[in-house]
Nanobody, 124 residues
Framework: QVQLVDSGGGLVQPGGSLRLSCAAS????????MGWIRQAPGKVREFVAA????????SYEDSVKGRFTISRDNAKNTVYLQMNSLKPENTAVYYC?????????????????WGQGTQVTVSS
């Protein structure tokens, strides 16, 4: 069992930045691949970014490539999502998720554990 707590969301103007954090507790964090999945109002959850257990392999949804960066610190049991050049269409609840097999996945159904979500609103 892994417990995940998301934080760092908020209201930001277009073009601004936010850094989301996800603190993990429970089983060995470094065994898990981690991902960020978001859900905009009226839409299904969609993959945003993922990182494998070592941190050496990452994957991004096309629209966030070059603007978002996922990283992890296994010593701190934390995964981050740095979001730059934010756009109104990035408004959503962002969830971190853990996958018990350590390879990267873009498929949300492969993630076993989920955080509670943190709201990101991009608006002027």
């Amino acid at each position: 069992q892994v417990q995940l707590v998301d934080s760092g969301g908020g209201l930001v103007q277009p073009g601004g930045s936010l850094r989301l954090s996800c603190a993990a507790s429970g089983r060995t964090f470094s065994n898990y691949a981690m991902g960020w999945i978001r859900q905009a109002p009226g839409k299904v959850r969609e993959f945003v970014a993922a990182i494998n257990w070592t941190g050496r392999t990452t994957s991004y949804e096309d629209s966030v490539k070059g603007r978002f960066t996922i990283s992890r610190d296994n010593a701190k049991n934390t995964v981050y999502l740095q979001m730059n050049s934010l756009k109104p269409e990035n408004t959503a609840v962002y969830y971190c998720a853990a996958k018990s097999v350590g390879s990267v996945s873009t498929k949300r159904y492969e993630y076993n554990y989920w955080g509670q979500g943190t709201q990101v609103t991009v608006s002027s």
